[in-house]
C-alpha cells in the first residue's frame, strides 16, 4: 500500500488517525509506504497512532516512512518508530526519511543501530 498525503498542509494528526485505524485492519499487508512530506500538521501524535496500526501487522516485511519537514515530530515520535521496528521482527525493508523533523541525533543513532541488531534486505535511515 502506498500513500502519498505529502504536500498538504491540510493533513493533521486527526487525519493521520484516521488513516492507522484503517490500517490496522489491513492484517495481510505486506508492505507500507507513507509520505507525510511537509505535512507540518502532523505531529507526535499522528506518527505513534501509524506505528501502532504497524504494530499490528504481523506480515509487514516494507516499511517506508517519509516524514520530511515534518518539523512537529520530535523524539517521542522517533523513540516509537524505534520501538515499532525493534518489535516487528517481519520486517526486512526498512526506510526511514527524517529529514527537517525535530527528532534528536540520538534517537536517529538509536534508529541507525538496529541496522546491526537483525538481518535486513534494506535499511536506510536519512536525517540530513
Keep these: 500500500l502506498d500513500l502519498d498525503l505529502g504536500n498538504n498542509k491540510k493533513i493533521t ?13 489491513l492484517t ?19 506518527v505513534s497512532h501509524v506505528m501502532d496500526a504497524i504494530q499490528s501487522l504481523q506480515h509487514l516485511s516494507h516499511l517506508h516512512l517519509d516524514l520530511r ?3 512537529a515530530v520530535t523524539d517521542v515520535g522517533g523513540q516509537k518508530i524505534a520501538d515499532v521496528i525493534r518489535e516487528r521482527t517481519s520486517l526486512i525493508d526498512v526506510k526511514v526519511n527524517a529529514q527537517l523533523t525535530s527528532i534528536s541525533e540520538g534517537v536517529i543513532v538509536n534508529l541507525r543501530c538496529m541496522k546491526s541488531t537483525r ?9 540530513r
Excluded at 495481510?28 to 499522528?46: A, K, Y
Aim: proline share 0%; charged share 25%; glycine share 10%.
Design 69 to 71: 519537514d515534518c518539523s
Design 119 to 127: 538481518k535486513f534486505q534494506n535499511f536506510e535511515v536519512n536525517d
Design 13 to 25: 494528526d486527526s487525519g493521520v488517525i484516521d488513516v492507522s485505524h484503517g490500517l490496522s485492519q
Design 28 to 46: 495481510h499487508l505486506i508492505s507500507f509506504q507513507i509520505n507525510l512530506e511537509r505535512c507540518s500538521g502532523v505531529s507526535d501524535e499522528g
